[in-house]
Nanobody, 126 residues
């Protein structure tokens, strides 16, 4: 069974940083994509950052380009999202997600994946 466990959320002031972790079990990353999604109150869920283990490509939402970085530790089956220069508009519940039908980072970030971890709340105060 594919399981994703997200952690690392919290309360931070604007301009601060956080690192989210997503530990995966039940599958290996090879050939698939995995990503971070977020949902703010009253807004639709959106793809934030995704990474492909098929070609190593990454994809980012325009709103986080240059501030967020997705990376992985394959030995630990863990994906990270380093978030710098956080803004109040980054406040949301963040989820990691994957879809065994997607190997493209761009495709995953612009889809509704089939497998989700539980969310972790990120709150950025102004």
């Amino acid at each position: 069974e594919v399981q994703l466990q997200a952690s690392g959320g919290g309360l931070v002031q604007a301009g601060g940083s956080l690192r989210l972790s997503c530990a995966a079990s039940g599958f290996t990353f090879d050939g698939y994509a995995i990503g971070w999604f977020r949902q703010a109150p009253g807004k639709e869920r959106e793809g934030v950052s995704c990474i492909s283990f098929s070609d190593g490509d990454t994809a980012y939402a325009n709103s986080v380009e240059g501030r967020f970085t997705i990376s992985s530790d394959n030995a630990k089956n863990t994906v990270y999202q380093q978030m710098n220069d956080l803004k109040p508009e980054d406040t949301a519940v963040y989820y990691c997600a994957t879809d065994l039908g997607h190997s493209s980072s761009y495709a995953l970030c612009h889809s509704l994946p089939t497998t989700w971890g539980q969310g972790t709340l990120v709150t950025v105060s102004s």
